[in-house]
């Protein structure tokens, strides 16, 4: 994985170590960088435009609200300026200054544009991941999807190209798009060791080339290699994602539980599964912190051993949320993160800003 690519399209801004300015008016937990303005620049995302203004980026949404200017963060493109100002009851408000604007009001018809809006993230090494096949419940239920039955040709593995006859595609359309699965890692919630069902390891993808009792399909992508009695799942429908990092608004406690990539120590860009996910109100784009536990020092005065409060280590993003568990990605870490390591709810101490 391009780990340093992941660095630099993600945080491309480099959000400076700037002394923080703690403005008047605003909430005492909202903490200002000394930037007052920023000129979009082609590349940039908001979380990184976010950075220049806020010591956390992940509390733009707090302040959104009260924004009289910009009506919808997803509608920012490069050329545009903003600009940090503090209204007549002296809270600070965030204006646009657009070529497309009249004043300092948006406009929201724009001419015709060959630049795209400033998207939330660079999806980076993430957008693989969005339309993965996620989670499924048990074995049972994986021994029940349409998978991959003969070959004209039986070979030891297949390669793109190579034409194969399935079982349970029997209404599935010309030119419908299956994932090829393997059944992953059981996952588990670290307190209870309850079984919160199995990853799916994506493997590849077909098409449907004739539909059928046997439906022909033809393998159009191979990750891993792929044999006859692989499982099939439809491929979900994604987009380039437009959510804005933030904090959850319920407080958050759980583990790193697996982890997609086969990797023992996990850095910037790598993806990770945590057993927290909606049913605890996690939503897309929740920033959390890593924090690990469980060292032991000696008491001086009385010898005996000390447990040492745990230590942050990085933060990850929320961008993929299932019933139970949810996929992240760890947008900083001061040193390597594994399975097992707590997240949390981001607290009032500063989270270090991602380089």
């Known amino acids: 994985m391009h780990k340093h690519q992941w660095r630099n399209l993600v945080f491309s801004l480099g959000l400076s170590a700037l002394t923080p300015v703690i403005a008047q008016a605003a909430p005492a937990a ?31 949404p707090q302040i959104w609200h009260k924004n009289p200017y910009i009506k919808n963060p997803n509608l920012i493109y490069p050329g545009d300026r903003i ?16 070529p497309f604007s009249s004043g300092s009001h948006f406009v929201e018809l724009r001419p015709e544009m060959s630049t795209e809006p400033v998207p ?9 991941f969005l339309g993965s096949p996620g989670v499924i419940d048990s074995k049972k239920d994986f021994a029940q999807l349409p998978y991959l039955a003969a070959a004209a040709k039986q070979r030891p593995t297949y390669v793109t190209g190579n034409t194969l006859y399935t079982v349970g595609l029997d209404k599935a359309p010309v030119g419908s798009r299956f994932h090829v699965v393997a059944l992953g890692p ?13 990853a799916l390891e994506d493997l590849g993808e077909v098409t449907v080339r004739q539909s059928g009792h046997h439906a022909t399909v033809q393998l159009t992508k191979i990750r891993r290699e792929i044999d006859l009695g692989e499982r099939l799942v439809p491929v979900a429908k994604t987009a380039i994602p437009h959510y804005f990092p933030s904090a959850p608004q319920q407080a ?43 060292a032991v020092a000696r008491n001086a005065v009385t010898g005996k051993p000390f447990a040492l409060p745990a230590q942050t280590i990085g933060n990850l993003m929320v961008f993929r949320v299932f019933p139970e568990v949810s996929y992240g990605v760890i947008t900083t870490a001061k040193r390597s993160i594994t399975v097992g390591d707590e ?8 989270v270090p800003a991602p380089q």
């Not at 939330?120 to 693989?128: A, L, N, Y």
């Open 343 to 350: 997240i949390h709810s981001p607290g009032q101490a500063d």
């Open 83 to 98: 600009v940090l100002r503090y209204g007549a009851n002296g809270e600070p408000e965030l204006s646009l200054e657009s």
């Open 186 to 198: 059981e996952l588990f919630q670290a307190k209870t060791h309850r079984s919160l069902g199995y």
């Open 30 to 60: 909202i903490q200002w960088r000394t930037q007052q303005t920023y000129t979009v620049k082609p590349g940039d995302t908001l979380w990184g435009i976010a950075g220049h203004f806020l010591v956390h980026p992940w509390q733009w």
């Open 120 to 128: 939330t993230i660079s999806t980076g090494e993430v957008m693989p």
């Open 252 to 294: 958050v406690e759980g583990h790193i539980i697996g982890q997609l990539e086969g990797n023992p120590a996990l850095t910037v860009g790598q993806v990770v599964i945590i057993d927290q996910g909606s049913a605890n109100d996690l939503k897309l784009g929740n920033i959390l912190q890593i924090q690990r536990g469980g």
